[in-house]
């Protein structure tokens, strides 16, 4: 089983960024695709972004995309989120998975991370 640490969350006025770091222990994340996703208070966790082993192709968010940007080395994820704005405000937690593909639904993950608080202020 593969342990999943996420790090670099932290307070932010809008329209600043922030970037998310996501480490693992027991396995390589570049074996994994890995997905980033957030729950904000009241609301059901949603999916943010994905990038898939292999070939590094990438799937986002409607609310995310042109603002967040996923990408990966060889042992560490990165969420580089732009432009945050309040509703960004969350947990965001990163996820993993064995097989190929960039997959936005949480069922298909199986490795999760404890989650790391982002608060942006106006």
């Known amino acids: 089983q593969m342990q999943l640490v996420e790090s670099g969350g932290g307070l932010v006025q809008a329209g600043n960024s922030l970037r998310l770091v996501c480490t693992a222990s027991g396995s390589t994340l570049s074996s994994h695709t890995v997905g980033w996703f957030r729950q904000a208070p009241g609301k059901e966790r949603e999916f943010v972004a994905a990038?898939?082993?292999?070939?590094?192709s990438t799937n986002y968010g409607d609310s995310v995309k042109g603002r967040f940007t996923v990408a990966r080395d060889a042992a560490t994820v990165y969420l580089q989120m732009d432009s945050l704005q309040l509703e960004d405000t969350a947990i965001y937690y990163c996820?993993?998975?064995?097989?190929?593909?960039?997959?936005?639904?949480?069922?298909?993950?199986?490795?999760w991370g404890q989650g790391t608080q982002v608060t942006v202020s106006s």
């Open positions: 990038i898939s082993k292999y070939d590094d």
């Open positions: 996820a993993s998975r064995w097989p190929w593909g960039a997959q936005s639904r949480e069922d298909q993950y199986d490795d």
